[in-house]
């Protein structure tokens, strides 16, 4: 079958901003689920239904067969439209994606949901020409993030706007600078700002340590025990863990079927109160907002597992941490924060930070696809909503000001 032959200008997927609202709220997707395979059993050309199940089986926990379904649809063809109500005269917004799970690209629907915006969203397959014919749009942005397995993609798109028509946010060359092991070299330099060097070591290479047989300073040209160690492409958390000594390698691989990890140093960043502190900041156009704050038991922090909403002291120290954002947090890591900005160059990315005892910012990683959402609920987290609006009205103002700029041939 000719993908070509079954496009549909107008496939309109659920947003996934709200698909994942109704996941977070407890909703049962499964009846959901049900209709749109049905629809799709009658209509083998419904490629937006197919990305609708792409999106809900990951929610529920079925990746590969989330991603089967993307597959599916992504032969029907690549281009995909918003689905939210905007006005007779809307701004559009073309979006340059990746193939992938539901972490690979930018989350642009979050921050555009129920804005006067149409998304345009075309997937950039390599050695796939540009077919159909992109729709007209005032701005483009790249949301594929970096990683292994996007490499070739977003060699792709550089290559396609190379001459675009329109300007293109988040170039290519600015989202590579943001991977595991290339990121340490662009912040050693920044003053303020420490992040440990991350490696790449296959399994076997890592078994030798292990088993004594080659040294860690060998390695790293220090001794860097205790180690964190985590699958290369895996975020979130998957599979990462701590690594007090030599002999606690050979339990972790005897769990993991990877053939090639990121190792680093572990920074022990607990405050005087023995506590984990944890941050979101996100950047738009060179200007930090905070996203987040996680305080935790451990170091292993993410913000649902750190019990924020069973602890109203979290909940008021997070809430001082983004109320007075730009006179404490920001102002106190104001040039690390400003040097950060420029050395990336891109419009919209961030990063997961902490403080380490001596005050400096220690950045664990950073992103353009790192989850900016305002899904907590208002009556447990009545601080959030208005920053969140606050980055989400930024960012849209931000990709029209890039607009205007460029039209007015500024």
């Not at 009658?42 to 590969?64: H, K, P, S, W, Y």
């Not at 920044?190 to 070591?201: F, K, S």
């Not at 959030?384 to 700029?405: E, G, N, P, V, Y």
Request: charged residues 20%.
């Amino acid at each position: 079958m000719d993908s070509h032959d079954s496009f549909n200008p107008l496939a309109l997927p659920i947003c996934v901003a709200q698909l994942f609202k109704k996941s977070f709220d407890g909703y049962d997707l499964r009846p959901l689920r049900s209709q749109i395979i049905a629809r799709t059993q009658t209509n083998r050309f419904d490629a937006a239904g197919l990305m609708d199940l792409c999106v809900i089986e990951q929610l529920l926990g079925n990746q590969a067969s989330g991603l089967r379904y993307q597959a599916e649809a992504l032969h029907l063809q690549r281009l995909y439209r918003s689905s939210w109500p905007t006005s007779s005269q809307p701004f559009h917004v073309l979006a340059f994606m990746a193939p992938g799970d539901i972490g690979t690209n930018t989350p642009i629907e979050f921050l555009l949901e129920r804005s006067d915006v149409v998304l345009h969203m075309f997937y950039v397959i390599p050695g796939q020409s540009v077919s159909p014919p992109i729709p007209d749009h005032d701005v483009a942005i790249v949301t594929a993030c970096e990683s292994d397995s996007n490499r070739q993609v977003l060699m792709e798109i550089e290559s396609l706007i190379s001459a675009w028509p329109r300007p293109v946010l988040n170039h290519p060359r600015g989202i590579s600078k943001l991977s595991r092991e290339k990121m340490y070299s662009f912040l050693q330099t920044i003053h303020g700002t420490v992040m440990p060097a991350t490696l790449r070591i296959d399994r076997a290479m890592l078994e030798q340590v292990g088993n004594g047989l080659t040294s860690i300073e060998q390695i790293f040209g220090e001794e860097t025990f205790p180690l964190i160690a985590r699958p290369i492409d895996s975020h979130a958390g998957k599979s990462l863990a701590k690594l007090d000594t030599p002999s606690s390698i050979g339990p972790y691989l005897a769990n993991q079927k990877d053939s090639e990890f990121f190792i680093s140093r572990f920074i022990d960043y607990r405050s005087p109160d023995g506590l984990f502190r944890k941050y979101r900041i996100i950047w738009v156009d060179g200007r930090p907002y905070p996203c987040h704050m996680a305080i935790a038991d451990g170091w292993k922090v993410w913000y649902y597992n750190a019990g924020m909403a069973e602890s109203p002291a979290k909940r008021e120290e997070e809430a001082h941490f983004m109320d007075k954002f730009d006179t404490d947090f920001a102002r106190r890591h104001r040039s690390a924060l400003e040097a950060i900005a420029e050395q990336f160059g891109l419009e919209y990315f961030g990063i997961d930070c902490a403080e380490t005892p001596d005050g400096r910012l220690l950045v664990f990683e950073g992103d353009n696809t790192l989850v900016v959402h305002d899904m907590d609920p208002p009556d447990l987290y009545p601080y959030k909503t208005h920053h969140m609006q606050k980055l989400f009205a930024a960012f849209r103002d931000m990709l029209k000001c890039k607009s205007l700029i460029s039209s007015a041939g500024v």
